[in-house]
């Protein structure tokens, strides 16, 4: 393995594909190239005998997410984030992970559809030194995915020091041919997140530390601070394609423009709208992605709300991305009407399996039992049956909000407060809010793999609370 290879960022053969605008700039180099936004390395595969691998190693390391502050951080192939893995539906791949820290790491690919044992959940840890190697066909629709610790415990810490990045999933469908796809130059990922940083440097993950003198909470956008300017980026092409994934451990963050026009959406978490369509505002509860289409003939600031979750009572907006038209870049053909087909789910005839959230003597837990251990989400686990289409009511009976995640398929939101969703809420998802007293029904069929022995798992994406027990297996058995 060269080392090359694991310098996150660096201008390596995969970032002179990226584009001839040459924009991905290492992460240290940002901050001098006049604050434009930094673009993850896309991470060049090697072939192995029909399998496309993508090599990747964690390891610990130092950034300064504040100006002229260092962090003790962690990252994949670099010291903070990872470089974005794009796939195709199809396409046999094998990710090799080498966990480079001195503990237990286990990686979830969040939103792929994979086989149990693929997934990277709590039960997939592997220790330092040790490579694991999940391989899989890649079978679903094009997608902004992302990829993440979900190690017992020690989940939020992992996140928050920088284990994260961007897991694109590219198809054939009429909808990708049509907009933007060339990575770096008009298909751009936009990993957000909102940080606590201590006055040493420190990052901080636990709730009860966010209260210290002297701390810091930025929105870091590709592994840079936002300051007082927005990150620019210039629109070479003149329409660019936003990927926007919320990283933060907790925060929900909604994204608009500033001055109060529309975003075009064109995707959820797990696929294609049907038809583009016009929203005020992008609202991710932690753990979401979206995908908006921004056609740039003017100057267009972007602002982040973040809404603050476990500890932090502290509400925040500012601008933090501004797209530039480029030269010659204002002709702009009509996106494509028709994106995607959705057939909703007939759940009429399906008696919901209820998923409560819990909190009871400030123990968290998914139907009262706090999945803390392996043997306790085990002996709690969820069992349902390959093929099956599950109507699940997930209650919030604990009081504080929640960001509700299962592994292995997307869902549909039924009802969200007993009503039908509408516009972009009638997209695929795979994680969704839900906020104290609500009650969210969702439906989702679970197709392709079954096992009596690997388990995925549902869990609150809430980083700290997960940590804490919100989260239980679940069982797809074979039919
Ligand atoms: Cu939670």
Redesign the pocket.
């Known amino acids: 393995m060269s080392r090359r290879r694991f310098i996150a960022g660096m201008a390596t053969a995969a970032s002179a594909l990226a584009g001839a605008s040459g924009i991905a700039l290492s992460q240290g180099t940002a901050r001098a190239a006049g604050n434009r936004l930094p673009l993850p390395e896309l991470l060049v595969p090697t072939q192995q005998g029909g399998v496309t691998v993508f090599a990747m190693q964690a390891a610990f390391g130092t950034h300064e997410l504040l100006p002229g502050v260092s962090s003790d951080t962690a990252g994949f192939n670099g010291s903070y984030l990872g470089p974005t893995l794009r796939v195709r539906n199809g396409q046999r791949v094998r990710f090799e992970v080498t966990n480079g820290l001195d503990e237990e790491l286990a990686v979830h690919w969040h939103g792929a559809h994979v086989p149990p044992e693929d997934d990277g959940g709590v039960h997939a840890a592997f220790g330092p030194g040790k490579v694991w190697k999940p391989e899989f066909t890649v079978k679903q629709q094009a997608a902004t995915l992302w990829y993440h610790p979900h190690t017992m415990g020690i989940t939020a810490r992992q996140v928050a020091m920088g284990l994260a990045g961007m897991l694109i999933v590219e198809d054939d469908s009429a909808a990708s041919k049509a907009l933007p796809s060339s990575y770096g130059t008009d298909d751009i990922p936009v990993i957000m997140q909102s940080v606590a940083v201590g006055s040493d440097g420190g990052i901080r993950y636990a709730s009860h530390s966010f209260s210290e003198a002297g701390m810091a909470f930025p929105v870091v956008v590709n592994g840079v601070a936002v300051e007082s300017d927005p990150l620019t980026f210039t629109a070479d092409t003149g329409r660019v394609r936003l990927r926007l994934l919320n990283a933060s451990l907790?925060e929900t963050l909604t994204v608009r423009r500033i001055d109060g026009t529309r975003l075009t959406q064109v995707a959820t978490e797990s696929a294609f709208l049907t038809r583009p369509v016009e929203v005020d505002e992008v609202r991710m509860p932690a753990g979401c992605r979206a995908e908006v289409v921004v056609d740039v003939t003017r100057e267009t600031v972007l602002e982040v709300a973040v809404e603050t979750?476990?500890g932090r009572r502290r509400n925040s907006r500012q601008s933090f991305l501004t797209l530039l038209p480029g030269s010659g870049g204002s002709r702009t053909t009509p996106l494509p009407s028709r994106l995607n087909t959705i057939n909703r789910y007939n759940v009429a005839h399906l008696k919901p399996r209820v998923i409560a959230?819990t909190e009871t003597g400030g123990v968290?837990g998914i139907n009262g039992v706090s999945g803390t251990t392996m043997k306790a989400m085990d002996s709690h686990e969820i069992v349902v049956r390959e093929g099956d289409l599950e109507l699940w009511e997930v209650v919030n009976r604990?009081p504080?909000?929640?960001?509700?995640h299962v592994h292995d398929v997307p869902f549909q939101v039924i009802s969200v407060n007993g009503r039908v969703p509408t516009g972009v809420d009638l997209g695929w998802r795979d994680t969704i809010a839900v906020h104290r007293g609500a009650t969210v029904r969702i439906a989702m069929r679970f197709t392709d793999y079954a096992s009596e022995k690997y388990t995925y798992m549902l869990h609150?994406?809430?980083a700290?609370?997960?940590d804490l027990g919100?989260m239980t297996s679940l069982k797809v058995r074979p039919r």
């Open positions: 907790s979750g476990v959230l968290l604990s504080r909000n929640h960001s509700f609150c994406h809430m700290e609370h997960e919100m």
